[in-house]
C-alpha cells in the first residue's frame, strides 16, 4: 500500500468514528433544546449505544490494521506534518482505549445515573451526605480510571490528561502559586474601591429585545449563522457537528440583562474556534477527540475556554465595546438604559462583588473558586481528603480567600453538576482558558499594533482572521503549548492575565 | 441458557441497532427542521454511516448466535408469541441483509445523490429528458436489488415486500380493478354536481393563528405532547425515535388553510400510530423496521398510512367534526371565516376537482394518481415500458382517468420525489391506507355502536382507545392482514371504502 492509500483507509475508519460522535452531539444538543419530556429514558439508551459504538469501531481489528501499516508510511515526514499527527493521535488514543476495561466503563455509566438523581436532591435539600457516598464512589472509580490510564507522580495527572493534555497536579500547584499571589493584591485594591452603581442591570429586561441584540451581537464578532443557530437552554453551551454545523445556546433571564449578554459572546467565542477549523480537517482525528469521545475541533478544554474567555472579557466586557456599541443597546432598551451612560454601564459589567457561585464570579474571584475545587479534587484522588470532611475544607477556603461564610452546601460544596456526572479534572481547564486567552491577546497586540485600532472602531474580523489563522484553522494538530510556543514564543504563562487584570481592576 | 437469557442477549443487539436507527431519525428531522444550510454535508456522511453501523451490528456474529440459541429456545411458544415474532423477523431481516451485497448499497447511495440533483433540475425546468438516464439506472439497480431478495412471479413483488410485505404485483392489480370499477361511478357522479363556494379557503390566514389551532387539533385527536412536539417544514411527515418521542410537522400557507389543517390531522394520525405501541416493545424488533433499516413502531407502510387517512379524512374531514368545530375554528379568524357557516365549510373542503398533483388531490381522485404510478413501477420493473416513453405512459393514463391534458413534465411525471432517491415500491401503500382505514373505521362503527355518538360529541378518546388496544400497541407484532383478520374478520377489502366515498361524495 502507498503512503496515500494507507492513510486514506486509517481515514475511512476515523471518519465513520467522527461521524458517530457527531451524531451522539447531535442528540444530546437536540435532549436539551427541543426533545420533549418524556424522551428522556430512551434518548439516554442512545447516546450511550453511539459512544460505545465509536469506542468499538475505533478499537476494532480493521482500525488496528489500517494504523499499524499507517505507521509504517509516515516516518518520513515532518514531527508536526498532520498526516504524522493524525497517525500519532490515533494510535495515542487506540492505547488509552485499550487499557480501560468495558466493564469499568459500564461502572462509570451506571454511577452517573445514581449519582446525578442523589446530587439533585442534595442540592434541593442544601444536604451533602445525600450525595457524599455517591461522591465517595466516584472518587474510587476515578482512581481506579486513573490506574488504567497510567501515571507516575499523581493520580490526578491522570485524570487531567483527558481535558487538558501536558498538565499535571504538579503544573497545576505551580500555576495556581503565582496566580494567587498576583491575583490577592489586585483583589485587596479592587475590593477597597466604591461600589458602582448597577441598579439598572436588574430592570425589566424582555426576552425578544435580548435575543435580537444577541444574534447581532454574535455576527458582529463574526459567527456565520449560515452554519450554525443560537437557540435557548437553561445551562448556555457550545456544540459542533463538524464546522459546518457550530451550534451556540444562551439563556435570557428577564431581570438580570448581563447573562444573556456576556454568555452569547462565551459561547460565540467557542462557536468561533470550531467554525475557523481547517475544512480539510473535517471527519478526521484533527477535529476529533479521540480520548475523550468527543468530537470536537479544539485542541484542548483549556484552549477552548481561552478563546471564549477571549471574546467575552478583553472584548465584550471592555471599555471601548460599550463606548462604541452601548447606544445600539440602548436602542433594543430605550425605557430600561435611558438614564444611564455608556461608562456607568462599563462599570457595572466590570464591578466586583465576591459571592459563594462560582458561574456568577467576576473576572477577579473567579479563579479562586478554580483553585478551590482543584485543590480537592487533587486531595480527594491522592486520599488526603476524606469525601466527609469536604464541605468543611470548601467552607474554610471560601472563608480563606473571598471573606466569605458559606451559608449552606447548596452554596457550597452542592453547587456544580461536575462531580455528579462523574468528571474529575476538569475544572483547571476554565483557569487555563483565562491565561492562555490573556497570554494570546497580549502577544497579538504586540506582533500586530494595527488591531488596537481596528477593535476600538468596532471591526472585530482582523482579530478574528488573527486567530483563526494562529489557533482555529490547526484543529487538534498542535497541543496547547505547541500553539502558545509557535505564538507567543513561550509555554503557558500567568504574566500577561495578571497584568491584563490589574490593568483592568487595579490601576 | 435459558429461553430468557438467550432472547435477552438477542435483545441485546437488536436494542442497539435501533438504538442507532433512532439516532439516525433524529439526525434526519434535524436536518429537515433545525440544521442551518451549511450542515448538509456532513450530516449526509453522518447517517449514511449510521445506517451501515446498524446494518452491520445486525450481521455481526454476535447477532447470528444469538439469534440461532433464541431460535432453539421459542420452539414451544405459540406462533403469534411476540417473543417468537421478534425472532422470526430478525430472521426474515438478518437473511435478507444478507442477500444484498454491500456494493449494491453502495451504487444505490451513490445513485440516490446524483438522481435527486439531476431530478431538482429536471423538474425546475420542467424537462424529463434531463432525469431519464438517472431513472433509467435507477431501474436496472432496483432490477437487481430485486433479484437480490428474490422473487418468483414479477420482480416488483421484491421491491413492494420492503414497505408492504405480503402484497404483489398480482394481488395490486386484483385490488386496483375492484377500486378502479368502484370509484368510477362515484367520480362521475361527484363532477356533476355543482361546484360548492370555496372562495374562503384562500383568505389571508396568518399563521400564527393556523398554528394555535393546529396544535389544540392534535391534542382533541388525543396526541400527547409530552412525548412529541409539532414544527414546521416544507414537506410534512412525522418521525419517532421511540414512542416517547413521536413528532410531527406540517407547513402553513398563508393562504389555503386546509393544507395546515388537514395536513396537521394527518401527522396527528401517524404520530398517534407510534405514541399507541406497548411500552414493552420499546427498543426491541416490533418496534424496529429491521429489513427497512428503520425504527418505526408501525407494522407496515400501509397500516400507518391508514391511521393518518382515517383521522384525516374519517374524522377531521367530516360534516360532523365542523358542525362541531367550526366555530372554534372562526374564533380564531373572526374575519376570514366569519360569513361562512359550518355546512359551507365542510362542503369546502370535500370539493371534488380532478387535477395534475397528487398531494393535491381530493379524496375521489387520489387513488387514480397512485394507480397510474404503480402501473408504471410495474412496467418498469419488468421492462414492459422503456424509460423514454414515460411521460406519453404517463400523460395518456391522467387524460383517461381524470379527462386532463398534462401541461408539462413538471405537472406530470416529474413531480414526486420517490423515484429519484430510488425507492420504488412504496406507492401502493398510500391507496392501501386508505383502504384499510376505512375497514377498520366500518368495523369499529360495526362492533362499536357507541362509537358514533362519542365521535358526534367531540370525544375522540374512545375511538383511539379502541385503535390502541387493536391496532398500535401491537407495533409490528403482527402483520397488516393477520390485523385486520383479528379485527374485521377479513383481510384487505376495499368494499368499505368504497361504501364510504359513496355515501360521502355520491349520494
Redo the contacts between chains.
Keep these: 500500500m502507498t503512503q496515500q492509500a494507507s492513510l486514506a483507509a486509517l481515514q475511512e475508519r476515523i471518519?465513520?468514528v467522527n461521524?458517530?460522535l457527531?451524531?451522539?452531539s447531535?442528540?444530546t444538543w437536540?435532549s436539551r433544546t427541543?426533545?420533549?419530556?418524556?424522551?428522556?429514558?430512551?434518548?439516554g439508551?442512545?447516546i450511550?449505544?453511539?459512544t460505545?459504538?465509536a469506542r468499538d469501531?475505533l478499537l476494532a481489528p480493521e482500525t488496528e490494521r489500517a494504523l499499524e501499516v499507517a505507521e509504517r508510511a509516515i516516518t518520513d515526514l515532518a514531527e508536526d506534518a498532520a498526516e504524522r499527527r493524525i497517525v500519532k493521535q490515533t494510535r495515542h488514543a487506540v492505547d488509552h482505549h485499550k487499557r480501560i476495561p468495558a466493564l469499568l466503563i459500564q461502572e462509570r455509566a451506571a454511577l452517573r445515573t445514581v449519582a446525578q438523581a442523589a446530587w439533585i436532591e442534595a442540592r434541593s435539600k442544601s444536604d451533602f451526605s445525600i450525595f457524599s457516598s455517591y461522591l465517595a464512589r466516584t472518587v474510587e472509580l476515578s482512581r481506579a480510571y486513573a490506574d488504567c490510564i497510567g501515571w507516575s507522580e499523581h493520580p490526578y495527572d491522570a485524570m487531567v490528561s483527558i481535558y487538558e493534555p501536558g498538565e499535571t497536579a504538579a503544573s497545576l500547584k505551580a500555576l495556581f502559586s503565582e496566580l494567587r499571589s498576583g491575583l490577592l493584591p489586585i483583589l485587596d485594591i479592587a475590593r477597597s474601591r466604591p461600589e458602582p452603581r448597577s441598579d439598572f442591570l436588574f430592570r425589566d429586561y424582555p426576552e425578544e429585545g435580548q435575543r435580537a441584540f444577541g444574534l447581532k451581537l454574535a455576527e458582529k464578532l463574526g459567527y456565520?449563522?449560515?452554519?450554525?443557530?443560537l437557540d435557548t437552554t437553561v445551562h448556555p453551551f457550545e456544540v459542533s457537528?463538524?464546522r459546518?454545523?457550530v451550534r451556540i445556546t444562551t439563556r435570557y433571564n428577564r431581570n438580570y440583562l448581563p447573562a444573556s449578554l456576556f454568555g452569547t459572546a462565551h459561547e460565540t467565542g467557542h462557536g468561533l474556534y470550531e467554525q475557523g477549523v481547517d475544512p480539510a480537517y473535517?471527519?478526521t482525528t484533527l477535529a476529533t477527540d479521540l480520548v475523550g469521545l468527543y468530537a470536537v475541533g479544539g485542541t484542548s478544554f483549556g484552549a477552548h475556554e481561552s478563546q471564549s474567555r477571549l471574546w467575552e472579557n478583553h472584548i465584550v466586557r471592555s471599555r471601548g465595546f460599550w463606548e462604541r456599541h452601548f447606544p445600539e443597546l440602548q436602542k433594543h432598551f430605550p425605557d430600561q438604559l435611558g438614564d444611564v451612560s455608556a461608562e456607568e454601564f462599563y462599570r457595572a459589567v466590570t464591578r466586583v462583588e465576591p459571592g459563594f457561585i462560582r458561574v456568577e464570579a467576576d473576572e477577579l474571584t473567579y479563579d479562586f473558586h478554580i483553585m478551590l475545587r482543584v485543590d480537592i479534587e487533587c486531595a480527594l484522588m491522592d486520599g488526603s481528603l476524606p469525601v466527609g470532611e469536604l464541605p468543611e475544607a470548601w467552607n474554610a477556603v471560601i472563608r480563606r480567600d473571598l471573606d466569605l461564610v458559606v451559608p449552606d452546601d447548596a452554596h457550597g460544596v452542592l453547587q456544580d453538576v461536575h462531580w455528579s456526572t462523574g468528571y474529575i479534572g476538569s475544572f483547571p481547564t476554565y483557569t487555563i482558558g483565562n491565561v492562555m486567552g490573556a497570554q494570546m491577546m497580549d502577544a497579538l497586540r504586540m506582533q500586530k499594533p494595527s488591531l488596537d485600532a481596528a477593535i476600538e472602531a468596532g471591526e472585530y474580523s482582523a482579530l478574528a482572521e488573527e486567530l483563526r489563522s494562529r489557533i482555529w484553522q490547526h484543529g487538534r494538530r498542535f497541543m496547547r503549548d505547541e500553539l502558545l510556543e509557535r505564538e507567543t514564543g513561550r509555554r503557558l504563562d500567568p504574566a500577561p492575565y495578571l497584568a491584563y487584570l490589574r490593568g483592568k481592576y487595579a490601576l
Tied chains: 1, 2.
Design positions: 471518519a465513520a461521524d458517530v457527531n451524531a451522539a447531535v442528540l437536540d427541543m426533545m420533549p419530556a418524556g424522551g428522556a429514558e430512551t434518548r439508551h442512545q450511550a449505544t453511539l460505545r459504538l469501531t456565520d449563522f449560515q452554519r450554525g443557530r457537528f463538524t459546518n454545523d473535517t471527519r
